[in-house]
């Protein structure tokens, strides 16, 4: 079955971006799938933060949009999260997800495990 | 309307049922998903659609929709179902976008 798994930097500095991949196994990026990136602060919920599919569209959390590029590298089968100028408000553990979407349905079926990521100097 | 309300905590007795609820403008459109979180794990999908069931998600949890309001049941609640429970949706304004409930903790007593 399909498993993702995050990767990238534990720590970032502030200004700086943050930079995480996310690995498709058992599956096809290719699929008629969305590939979401969500994100938890510490204590808090879920956030959505983008999506894309391997066509390379993409739809972002406004409240993120203009600091979010999320790309596809269908050769790797693996998507990644690009998170500039970031500040100690974005230290969360992250999260891809594959999203299901059909006629009046939406989920996220297959989550990674997470991986923390602290803004800190 | 991209927002989902959730009430932030509920608990019930061991071994009764349950309603969470999750309320939005877009669940007229599309139904809620819902998701179970214990600390330190990733999100598990519990129900989708209408009202289905992931393999391995036990029978105890079920899902329902009127209006603007989803709900997830779990009937007999266990131990184990303690956790944190959370709702998504898409937009339905047409801004091509994922929103989410702010989750309900739940106790079980």
């Known amino acids: 079955q399909v498993q993702l798994q995050e990767s990238g930097p534990g720590l970032v500095k502030p200004s700086g971006t943050l930079s995480l991949t996310c690995a498709v196994s058992?599956?096809?990026?290719?699929?008629?799938?969305?590939w979401s990136w969500v994100r938890q602060p510490p204590g808090k919920g879920l956030e959505w933060i983008g999506e894309?599919?391997?066509?390379?569209?993409?739809n972002y959390n406004p409240s993120l949009k203009s600091r979010v590029t999320i790309s596809v590298d269908k050769s790797k089968n693996q998507f990644s999260l690009k998170l500039s100028s970031v500040t100690a408000a974005d230290t969360a553990v992250y999260y891809c997800?594959?999203?299901?979407?059909?006629?009046?349905?939406?989920?996220?079926?297959?989550w990674g495990k997470g991986t923390t990521v602290t803004v800190s100097s | 309307s991209s927002e989902l309300t959730q009430d932030p905590a509920v608990s019930v007795a061991l071994g009764q049922t349950v309603r969470i609820t999750c309320q939005g403008d877009?669940?007229?459109?599309?139904?809620a998903s819902w998701y179970q979180q214990k600390p330190g794990q990733a999100p598990v999908l519990v129900i989708y659609?209408?009202?289905n069931r992931p393999s391995g998600i036990p029978d105890r949890f079920s899902g329902s929709s009127s209006g603007n309001t989803a709900s997830l049941t779990i009937t007999g609640a266990q131990a184990e179902d303690e956790a944190d429970y959370y709702c998504?949706?898409?937009?339905?304004?047409?801004?091509?976008?994922?929103?989410f409930g702010g989750g309900t903790k739940l106790t079980v007593l």
């Open positions: 998504i949706s898409r937009d339905s304004s047409g801004n091509h976008l994922v929103v």
């Open positions: 659609g209408e009202n």
């Open positions: 877009s669940l007229r459109s599309y139904y």
């Open positions: 997800a594959r999203g299901i979407y059909y006629s009046g349905t939406y989920y996220m079926d297959v």
């Open positions: 058992g599956g096809s990026i290719s699929s008629s799938n969305w």
């Open positions: 894309i599919y391997h066509s390379g569209s993409t």
